[in-house]
């Protein structure tokens, strides 16, 4: 079983910067993929962004240009850098793990973490 924790959320205002971070609890797979969701109250859990294990990544329209993924794979460690933070950001935002490919469909996805929140503030 793996699980993940994520750290790294809280109070920020409109423009600011965060970064996420996400530990897997151990290195199960040869090749798995990482992402990072986020939802909202009362909205469906959306995709934001994932990377392959090689580093290929795939960023959500609605971030592209402010937040990037990266990855330390020896670390089993996945980071969101989220820059120019905008009020509709604020969600919480779940970590999640899947062998294979990056997809962006969370139904794909087989390990989620507990989530952390991010509010920001305008």
């Known amino acids: 079983q793996v699980q993940l924790v994520e750290s790294g959320g809280g109070l920020v205002q409109a423009g600011g910067s965060l970064r996420l971070s996400c530990a897997a609890s151990?290195?199960?797979?040869?090749?798995?993929?990482m992402g990072w969701f986020r939802q909202a109250p009362g909205k469906e859990r959306d995709f934001v962004a994932a990377?392959?294990?090689?580093?290929?990544?795939n960023h959500a329209l609605s971030v592209k240009g402010r937040f990037t993924i990266s990855r330390d794979n020896a670390k089993n460690m996945v980071y969101l850098q989220m820059n120019s933070l905008k009020p509709e950001d604020t969600a919480v935002y779940y970590c999640?793990?899947?062998?294979?490919?990056?997809?962006?469909?969370?139904?794909?996805?087989?390990?989620w973490g507990q989530g952390t929140q991010v509010t920001v503030s305008s």
């Open positions: 990377i392959s294990w090689t580093g290929s990544t």
């Open positions: 151990r290195r199960t797979f040869s090749n798995y993929a």
């Open positions: 999640a793990l899947k062998r294979g490919p990056v997809v962006t469909a969370r139904n794909l996805y087989e390990y």
